[in-house]
């Protein structure tokens, strides 16, 4: 009976690991002038999603494309743990260490001038895991009502 519940107990590892390890992150970066798809885990959001698991809506701007950029920034700059690794005239990747575990989370802005919106897309950069329990999602949503909150009538 020990060595049934150890062969179990190592095939449960097996699958659960193999589960854990199959999503590959979402590589960072434009492709054909969009920010790329999510992978399949939950653990990502993007405002190109229209619905679903990993919707999140675009952050919106009235004023002019320099206004709002900087004010995406200096909202970015206030947050802990953040690095900005690449500040485009279009496209920002900031990277985000999740304290709790010290992995790496990337988000990505990318700005439409003729929608006057700001595409987003967030994901961990690990390979490992299924679920993010909403840090990403949340993160988004912060970051939106910071940067909603900053706009002048």
């Known amino acids: 009976m020990k060595l049934f519940n150890q062969i179990l107990f190592m095939m449960i590892i097996?699958?659960?690991?193999?589960?854990c390890s199959s999503f590959r992150p979402?590589?960072?970066?434009?492709k054909?002038?969009?920010?790329?798809?999510?992978?399949?885990a939950p653990?990502?959001?993007?405002?190109?999603?229209?619905?679903?698991i990993h919707?999140?809506?675009?952050?919106?701007?009235?004023?002019?494309?320099?206004?709002?950029?900087q004010r995406l920034i200096n909202i970015i700059k206030s947050m802990k743990k953040s690095e900005i690794v690449t500040a485009d005239p279009d496209y920002i990747h900031v990277q985000f260490e999740v304290t709790r575990i010290k992995w790496i989370d990337?988000?990505?802005?990318?700005?439409?001038?003729?929608?006057?919106?700001?595409?987003?897309?967030?994901?961990p950069a690990a390979k490992i895991g299924f679920w993010d329990w909403g840090e990403n999602r949340r993160r988004v949503k912060?970051?939106?009502?910071?940067?909603e909150a900053d706009i002048k009538d």
Request: with cysteine; glycine share 6%; charged share 30%.
């Open 106 to 123: 990337n988000t990505e802005f990318l700005f439409d001038d003729e929608e006057k919106i700001i595409h987003v897309s967030s994901t």
């Open 32 to 40: 054909d002038g969009r920010l790329q798809p999510c992978p399949p």
């Open 14 to 19: 097996v699958v659960i690991t193999s589960g």
């Open 55 to 69: 919707h999140v809506k675009p952050l919106r701007y009235r004023d002019s494309r320099a206004e709002a950029y």
């Open 43 to 52: 653990k990502c959001v993007s405002s190109y999603y229209a619905k679903g």
């Open 142 to 147: 912060l970051i939106k009502s910071r940067f």
């Open 26 to 30: 979402k590589a960072v970066g434009l």
